[in-house]
């Protein structure tokens, strides 16, 4: 599980989500107000950027809470982006603690960050999500957990369309889920420099927050508000969400 932001428009410092705004992402790792499951957000922090015309995303992960790494806070400050996906994770049991499992994960223009878990991943669920990758795809595996082996189905289908490729991965895993008999909660978050996909989704369970708003500077998507402003609007169940440069775009989900 994890809480998380997104942001797409004007260029912004990463600290904005990081740690600026009123209900940010640090106070969101201790302070959380509508989380599911878990109480703290303190096994990781990351933050994944585009930097100007280049589409290929920056990435720093750290498996320290966000007041405890001692780079960031500078660093957020001066580094700025028209494009960004921050997290503050909260391990699931059976997830092993450590750099290479916090997200947002990237592979070449992708980055993604996933709130949620597959129940019975560690078993034939999971070996059968692992096992549809295509033999490019599978060798970005770089550690194992449910959260990139969903980004992974993404990257699989992307030919250029995240919105297609996202709303496909999405309905294999979730049938996957289904056969099995098992539950997952599967908020999604896939940036790939020209917009940004948020989906609100779940297979046999509740499904977990996630708001959007939209300024004449920009548009945000998150777990939680970042602010008390009364313009955050829940993303309705089921539904994806596409940030671009000009504006937001509501989608219902087909399939399980």
Known sequence: MCRLAAYVGDPIPLAEALYRAPHSLEKQAYQPREQIHGSVNVDGTGVAWWDGGDRTPLRYVTPL??????????????LTSGMLIAAVRSASAGIAIGPANVAPFVVGDLAAVHNGRITGFR???GRGLLSSLSADTYEQLHTINDSLAIFLTVVDRYEGNLVDATTEALDFVGGLVAENGSDATMNLVVGDGTGIVAVRHSVNAPLNSLYTVEHSTGSWVASEPLDDLPTWEPVPEHHLVHLTSQGITTHPLEGP
């Open 65 to 78: 809470a966000p007041w405890q790494d001692a780079n960031l806070p500078a660093l957020s400050e001066r």
């Open 123 to 125: 078993g034939a669920l």
